[in-house]
């Protein structure tokens, strides 16, 4: 048995506990792109028994799509569960990046004192991706009248003028059917078909080879300060709905502990708008059982201008949140794997309800 | 769409709120008086025949500067308009005594008096990028509020969410007929289409006679606006 004693290999930086050394990242301002990357390579260099990075895929303008995988040597040998984490799908909701990086700091920071997240980070990998929308991020902070910028930087398709797609439109989940537009000039244009876009595919390809060890799905945005669950669709509902809510319910309880934020919990359909084709969606129909779309901070005083004052009560109580449902799925005892044809949806159609199969949801949307 | 008794956390009683929230904020909207929906108690709808819908809400709004909350009761209308037609603007009925009574004149009446003299203000990007208002700024981020409520309470249906984003420009005009003057360049955030609608807006203000419009013009998707920067 290896035993790998923490500190005679290290390097002076990360003896002297992770982030808290000479380097200073100020996680309370609002960071471009290339600060972000830098960040990435510095928390992965400063705390290499905890974090490493991947590129999974590239930008339509050819930007690296990266991720950190945070996680510790499981001694039993463990297989280990994952929760995926990501950022920055709309390039203007920045606060989400600025969470994922707050959300990064705080696990490195506090996982060597709090026992309960060492053991956490020994059964599971946390894998989060600050930005998904590199292009699109990078193209709001160009000046003043970029910043309300939403989607990718994809190139008009012919006859068009207008750039980008609706990246959380575009994930094959009742792709186009409901909450889009077909226009290439409209801010919820879902893509030429699903999976279209080259950040989506990278996602779909990554996370769909591990999707079995997959236990929980986070996908960040702002704002509206809700906790949307599965599905986009008005007629499809997850037959762990009842636990989706649930779970839901006690992460919002915690959130509003921190600042007495309070955030809605429920479907789309319900407490925003019906919509098709978002990560969130997909990342359930795969099989994930526990994914959720956080909106944070406002309630539309500023909307996604949010102030930097505001970073750090907005990204405590969002980590109150995350917590509460990642120490949920890691705690429940799960049966001995996963089966493969496990009921993703029940479909309402009619009045008549049907169990739907994720290979047959697979097979009625490659017929149509 | 739903009938009777609403679920208050769900879109359509959230929807019908924020047209009352708009309604308020032309009325009583001012400098230093912007409200927003804290929460919606309880809601009702139902089809009004041939005319539209009616919701019947209690929700609490919030005045953003001095942060008091009221509960209020309200009434939308929303008017079914003729199939090509663009909509009716929403009726709305409110009581929302206390908010409306909140004492800014102290502030208004300085605001205005500055000003009315010293008619040069130019300003843009309220908030900025990382949110920031400059400091002296932030009632002509208000007022941009109050002036856009006019064109999202008209705009609004039971299919749209709007919030002003942002003020992109502020220049004031000379004074006339004793009423502060000025020409905005807003930006409107749709909710449910996520697009952002530029308007441009001419409007007075005084204390005793608060936001007037005098005209005002959506400018057209701005393409070029969009083409990629030079360097990156």
Redesign the interface.
Known sequence: MLVVINGIFGTPHSLAGGLQSTWKYDYTKYHPMEEIYRWMEEVERRNPELVSSTVYGHTIEGRNISLLKLGLENSEGKEKKVIWVDCGIHAREWIAPAFCQWFVKEIVDSYKTNKKLKEMLQNLDIYVTPVINVDGYIFTWANESTRLWRKSRSLPPGGSDCYGVDLNRNFNANWGTVGVSFDSCANTYCGTSPGSEPEVKAVMDFVGRMVDQILCFLTIHSAGQLLLLPYGHPHISAPNYDELVSVGQAAAVEMKKVHGMNYTVGTSPQILYPNSGSSRDWARLIGIPFSYTFELRDKGEFGHLLPEEQIQPACEEAYAGALSIITYVHDKPFTNGSLPDTAVATVTVSGVTMMIWSTLIAVLHTAV | MATGEL?P???PA?RAA?VVQHYLNTYYGSPYKVF??K?VHSGNAEDVADSGRKYQLNISLQD?ISKSTENCSAEVLFLRGEKQQQPSPPQVQASCYELSAINTKVQEEAFYQKYKTNQSLMS??L??????IEPGMEPFWHLGTVASSFIMLNQSTEDTLY?M??V?NVTQLETENNQLKFDYHV?L?E??????IHWKLLFSWSPSEGVKVLQQEQLP?C?D?????NS?
């Open positions: 679920n956390n769900h879109y959230q924020t927003g929906v929460g953003f843009a990007h908030p900025d990028s990382y949110g920031h919030n984003a942002q992109a930006l955030h909710m449910v289409s996520q697009a952002i998707h393409h606006c969009e083409k990629p920067p990156n």
